[in-house]
């Protein structure tokens, strides 16, 4: 069994690498063509040819004419089960979609989308990666839908998968279509935050700036023009509604507490561990509602709100050390 598992695994490899050589990269999005979609009987496909060869030798002995009738309708159907097969995948449409972001530890959900731009539907298509079934559907006439790739993330950084292949047994299961699809796909994985982390280091306040602290009982004090990192709390939305400009509101005495989280005052040994110390103070000042900024040994971000800026610095930490 052993000998069998890797003989098929080096058929299967010695296969992908000539496919690779013969279609190169794929750019998103893809319109498969012909040339690039292959189709072999399935197991039960060769067992109905066994079964086909079987009558027609029975029908050949005892020269009976029905069997020869029974065997030759057999055997167009199965054709024409095999140009069903090959035109399910064939002019299919591929691109690559977004994945969201995961921390370390977690599943990373890739996606794919497969335009149907035919007057035709294409059921029974199946997605795989790396042996294994990741998602089965069906696609109606001049439809489309999202394919997801499951791949485990337990390192920060990314996961990129950079082959999968597109399957198809419509209708009858006899034949297998199947292409291979060399589309690089990636998702970015996040630092595991700590579970427990020290306080982080002093922070500081201002009058004024991009937060509420919803604190205290300000007076209000006018209006200023919105700047990026302004609490959408504190944002004229009435004015906004009547046509004028974006206006944030101003209250007297509004007390701003800012984090400027660095890498180097991490309380912590090993660079791992002191940046899921950090995605931890960074998630928890997002959770406050404080703002909050990072600096690394390569490069700073200024301090803000919002999950747009937690997902930038956090994505920094995925990256740090990296290659670009």
């Not at 530890?105 to 996606?111: C, H, S």
């Not at 930038?312 to 740090?320: E, H, Q, S, V």
Request: glycine content about 10%; charged content about 20%.
């Amino acid at each position: 069994m052993m000998l069998q598992a890797r003989l098929r695994k080096l058929v299967n490899n010695t296969a992908r690498d000539w496919a690779w050589r013969r279609q190169g990269p794929d750019v998103s999005p893809l319109v498969l063509a012909r040339r690039r979609i292959y189709i072999l009987p399935s197991g039960q496909g060769l067992v109905f040819a066994l079964l086909l060869l079987g009558m027609l030798l029975g029908a050949m002995n005892y020269n009976n004419n029905l069997g020869f009738a029974i065997s030759f309708l057999l055997a167009g159907i199965g054709l024409v089960s095999m140009y069903h097969c090959h035109g399910t995948l064939n002019g299919l449409g591929i691109a690559a979609g977004a994945c969201e972001p995961v921390f370390a530890g977690e599943t990373a959900q890739l996606k794919v989308l497969l335009e149907n731009s035919s007057a035709r539907p294409r059921p029974g298509l199946s997605i795989w990666l790396a042996g294994r079934q990741q998602d089965l559907l069906d696609l109606e006439a001049d439809d489309s839908a999202l394919a997801t790739l499951s791949v485990p993330a337990p390192r920060r950084g990314r996961v990129v998968v950079e082959r999968f292949s597109v399957a198809s047994r419509f209708p009858f299961g006899l034949f297998r279509a199947w292409t291979w699809v060399h589309m690089p796909l990636e998702c970015i994985v996040y630092p595991r935050p700590a579970d427990t982390a020290p306080p982080p280091p002093t922070t500081y306040t201002d009058i004024g700036g991009a937060q509420d602290s919803g604190h205290g009982d300000d007076d209000f004090a006018g209006l200023r023009d919105y700047r990026p990192g302004d609490s959408p709390r504190h944002i004229a939305w009435k004015a906004f509604a009547r046509g004028q400009e974006l206006l944030v509101r101003q209250f007297a005495g509004t007390r701003v507490v800012k984090h400027v989280f660095d890498l180097e005052d991490v309380p912590a040994t090993g660079l791992e561990k002191r940046l899921a110390i950090l995605c931890r103070w960074l998630l928890d000042a997002h959770t406050a509602g404080e703002a909050f900024g990072l600096r690394l040994p390569d490069g700073e971000e200024s301090p803000a709100i919002g999950r747009a800026h937690l997902h930038n610095c956090l994505r920094r930490l995925a990256m740090f050390g990296e290659p670009a």
